[in-house]
């Protein structure tokens, strides 16, 4: 039976209706879905979908290379590969730690880097380093196995490759190439650069499909020093030989052209290989800047300059010696002979503390303090090293009575081997302090370069710079320092033998000292200067005059030859003359 | 149902105005790929320049290490049994 045509008509209108409402419920029921994913859920799931295929990752910025004077490599950053652990999120825990453990032998991996692996997996931590810069072949070995997370990238690592030579200019940087010490600390954030950022995409299965660079990373500068790299074997290696010869505890020794200020060498021993950085704080230290020691003798250029320049003694001046000592406050001060009686000039040639006392003696005291300041003493050089000490200078009003005499022979004031170079150098410019430099250049700035040096000072007249270094050069051809005579060369230079402080019995050792001896050569127009200082040298020659002074001219004679300043012709005639013997010593 | 009848002339020209835009996508597309293809040959390039650079960088270090003056010293000495010149065998040119 069928219905009558308006009931079915009806019936259908009603079906529609409901149908209708229903999916009218149902577009409104996924408009609200989709505006609540859109919206207020948009931001959580944006972070789901990135972190399930987006990384974005630093890319670290090349270090800049270092350089020496003549553009060889000192150290430099090169690309080695660094294995890394990425979790897959389908292994559990257990099974993630069992492909650590058989790593642990190959990378050689210690208990506590096994044990950081593992916090930062318990952590959930999608990124783990197994072993950082590791070579080449170890990290194919790895690779190879086809562990399920393990990765390799590369990272740039410090490389010296002259290892130990220069280690205490140049430094060292940690393992995320950051500088800690030496020049790669004083310039690290010109030798860093700027990190950079990348966005990669990967696939569900982590693979890499696009990656686009969103911060361009910026090269560090690279930095070219003074240093010359021949000129520093040579210091090196006649140091290393002097230390062990004397069996010294340390020694240091700077070479410096004295016009310029530019250091040629700076060397340390014990030294360290910066490959293997750090070293131990005992190696670590750079004995020419960071250690102050008594000076001495050497210091006695600084008591004749001002003794000159005040007016204080002339050349004929005579000084009793005869006793062999003097009293001071006290206390006596002896040279190590008795010298009967010298003029202030034998006084200095002959290195005699009664009579550079003498000398000391007639100097004001505020004229004298202010001499030892004009020539550095008691600041920093201004070096671009860092840590560079100052040294210890006392004002005037601070002097006990037995001060102004220690101070005329080196004592009562401490300074480093540069600040004694700086000294010397004074007198080699006659007159003028052209302050130490280390770094000739920084690539392509101008504002972030090397520290801009002060013009140079006058510190002493010309006239009594020029007496003094007829003096020094006597030193060297009749008197402390005739060790440090190089054949063919007018040289001049000051001998230095200070008594140690004993820490037990807390005065002057008689067993314990610093050699030193600190010069230039030629006389006429200085190519170079060098510092050379020996601690506690164990032979039983310890004096600067037989243990410094030879070293002095060992590396002064190379680097001359290297240098190619030929030798003063009648001078070297008469060396060869005088020792025939030599011509077939081959 | 009566269907208009198309002269040659129009068949012709909707033809070849079918084949113009196939061949114009076609184009599209050929310069569209060629243009994904060149993009991934200059990123292949740019890292093998890239990679290169490094390699040189890499040589250069390799070659400052051959050449450190305590391993030469070492060949001289060991290898070739040279010496440190004495004083009176070195001559200098303005003598």
């Not at chain 1, 952590?123 to 997370?149: C, M, P, Q, Y």
């Not at chain 1, 016009?259 to 750090?278: K, Q, R």
């Not at chain 1, 131990?280 to 000159?308: D, H």
């Not at chain 1, 002064?556 to 009648?570: I, M, T």
Request: aromatic residues 8%.
């Amino acid at each position: 039976m069928h219905l009558p045509i308006e009931a079915y008509r009806k019936k259908v209108r009603k079906r529609t209706r409901i149908l209708a409402f229903l999916l009218t419920v149902w577009v409104i029921g996924i408009f609200f879905r989709l505006v609540d994913l859109q919206v207020f859920l948009h931001a959580g799931f944006k972070t789901q979908v990135a972190k399930q295929n987006q990384d974005r990752t630093k890319i670290l910025p090349d270090r800049g290379t270092i350089y020496d004077r003549n553009g060889k490599i000192l150290a430099r950053s090169i690309p080695v590969p660094s294995l890394f652990y990425s979790p897959p999120a389908e292994e559990s825990f257990e099974l993630q730690m069992k492909t650590i453990r058989r790593l642990e032998e190959t990378l050689g991996l210690s208990a506590k880097d096994v044990e950081k692996i593992k916090a930062r997996l318990q952590k959930k931590s999608s990124f783990a380093w197994l072993k950082r810069k590791v070579d080449a072949a170890t990290a194919e070995r790895i690779i190879a196995l086809g562990l399920n997370g393990v990765f390799s990238r590369e990272e740039p690592k410090r490389f010296y490759p002259q290892a130990k030579l220069a280690a205490h200019v140049l430094g060292g940087v940690d393992i995320d190439d950051q500088g800690q010490s030496g020049i790669e600390l004083a310039y690290d954030a010109v030798l860093r650069g700027k990190e950079g950022e990348v966005l990669i995409l990967r696939d569900v299965k982590r693979r890499e499909y696009y990656s686009e660079v969103l911060v361009e990373p910026q090269s560090g500068k690279d930095i070219t020093l003074t240093i010359d790299e021949n000129i520093q074997y040579i210091a090196q290696r006649e140091l290393e030989k002097a230390v062990l010869e004397n069996r010294a505890d340390w020694a240091t020794a700077i070479v410096s052209r004295p016009d310029s200020g530019e250091i040629l060498a700076m060397a340390s021993c014990p030294g360290f290989d910066p490959n293997a950085y750090p070293p131990s704080s005992e190696e670590e230290v750079n004995r020419a800047t960071r250690y102050n020691y008594e000076p001495g003798s050497t210091f006695k250029i600084v008591t004749a300059s001002a003794a000159l320049e005040n007016h204080a003694v002339s050349l004929n001046d005579i000084f009793d010696c005869s006793e062999g000592l003097i009293a001071v406050a006290g206390s006596p001060i002896r040279d190590h002979k008795r010298f009967g009686l010298l003029t202030f000039p034998e006084a200095v040639v002959y290195s005699s503390n009664v009579g550079m006392i003498q000398v000391g003696q007639r100097l004001d005291p505020d004229a004298f303090y202010r001499t030892i300041r004009n020539f550095g003493f008691g600041r920093r050089t201004g070096l671009d090293l860092p840590a560079e000490e100052a040294g210890r200078l006392m004002p005037p009003e601070k002097w006990s009575r037995r001060s102004l005499p220690a101070l005329s022979i080196g004592y009562e004031i401490s300074a480093t081997a540069i600040q004694i170079l700086q000294a010397i150098n004074v007198i080699a410019n006659r007159g003028l302090l052209i302050g130490p430099k280390i770094v000739s250049a920084v690539e392509g700035s101008t504002v972030s370069g090397p520290k801009k040096a002060e013009p140079p000072r006058r510190v002493i007249s010309e006239k009594t710079a020029n007496t003094l270094i007829k003096i020094l050069e006597q030193v060297i051809i009749e008197g402390t320092g005739q060790a440090a005579r190089i054949n063919g060369y007018t040289a001049a230079g000051k001998t230095g033998t200070t008594q140690k402080i004993d820490p037990q019995l807390k005065r002057y050792s008689s067993f314990k000292h610093i050699a030193s001896f600190v010069g230039f050569v030629p006389v006429e127009r200085p190519a170079i200067s060098v510092i050379v200082v020996l601690d506690d040298p164990q032979k039983a020659d310890h004096y600067g005059g037989q243990v410094a002074a030879p070293v002095f001219r060992e590396i002064s004679s190379q680097v001359l030859r290297y240098l190619r300043v030929s030798p003063q012709k009648d001078l070297m005639k008469a060396a060869l003359m005088a020792n025939p013997g030599r011509e077939g010593d081959r | 149902m009566v269907h208009k009848k198309y002269t040659k002339k129009e068949i012709a020209v909707g033809v070849l105005a079918s084949l113009g835009t196939i061949v114009i996508l076609t184009f599209y597309l050929w310069h569209i790929t060629e243009n994904i293809r060149l993009g991934y040959e200059i990123g292949r390039s740019e890292n093998s320049l890239q990679t290169l650079r490094e390699e040189v960088k890499k040589l250069e270090a390799e070659k400052a290490a051959l050449l450190s003056l305590d391993r030469i010293e070492k060949i001289a000495k060991e290898r070739l049994g040279l010496a440190e010149p004495k004083e009176d065998q070195v001559i200098y040119e303005d003598f």
